[in-house]
């Protein structure tokens, strides 16, 4: 299957949307708890995305040859000024994985923070999420751990730093 790269737009929102809650459920599920995943909505998402998307940024959608939006990344500067950049947001459908477009998205996301300048990235993974194996794949170093609060329950986040 052909898949194509480009930065997100406007029109991109609901796809970028269904993506996000799709995968956190799949993801998240018997990590997060269930009433939590069942309550993310797409339409919700759909609203924060078009928000981020009128503005300036940097997020990228892999899509089908037919335009489904099967993945996306989201990149910037890194929220609490600590460290340069940041990767916000990384997700794909489930059943788009193992395909190379995670790490197509990731070697992208890393392109356009050196486009800013910028000479690392932080990003915060939870604990349990079995995918976090795919950041030390690339040597990530973790910095610093966190408590983070899903719904009503209290997880913990890792803080890994990429420096490139």
Not at 24 to 34: A, E, H, K, L, N
Not at 45 to 52: D, S, Y
Not at 89 to 103: D, M, T
Not at 139 to 153: A, Y
Request: net charge negative; hydrophobic share 35%.
């Amino acid at each position: 299957m052909e898949f194509r790269y480009r930065k997100a737009c406007l029109a991109d929102a609901g796809g970028i949307a269904a993506v996000h809650v799709e995968s956190w459920q799949s993801t998240y599920r018997g990590i997060v708890s269930d009433r939590y995943l069942d309550s993310l909505s797409v339409e919700e998402k759909k609203v924060k995305w078009e928000g981020i998307l009128s503005e300036d940024h940097h997020t990228l959608v892999c899509t089908t040859k037919g335009g489904l939006v099967v993945g996306f990344a989201s990149v910037g500067r890194e929220r609490s000024g600590e460290y340069e950049g940041e990767l916000y947001a990384i997700y794909l459908l489930r059943e788009y994985q193992g395909r190379g477009i995670g790490r197509e998205l990731f070697s992208r996301s890393i392109s356009s923070l050196k486009a800013l300048g910028f000479q690392d990235m932080f990003i915060w993974v939870l604990r349990e999420n079995s995918s976090k194996t795919f950041y030390y794949s690339y040597q990530t170093e973790m910095v610093k751990e966190e408590p983070i609060i899903i719904g009503d329950e209290e997880h913990v986040e890792e803080g890994l730093l990429l420096t490139f």
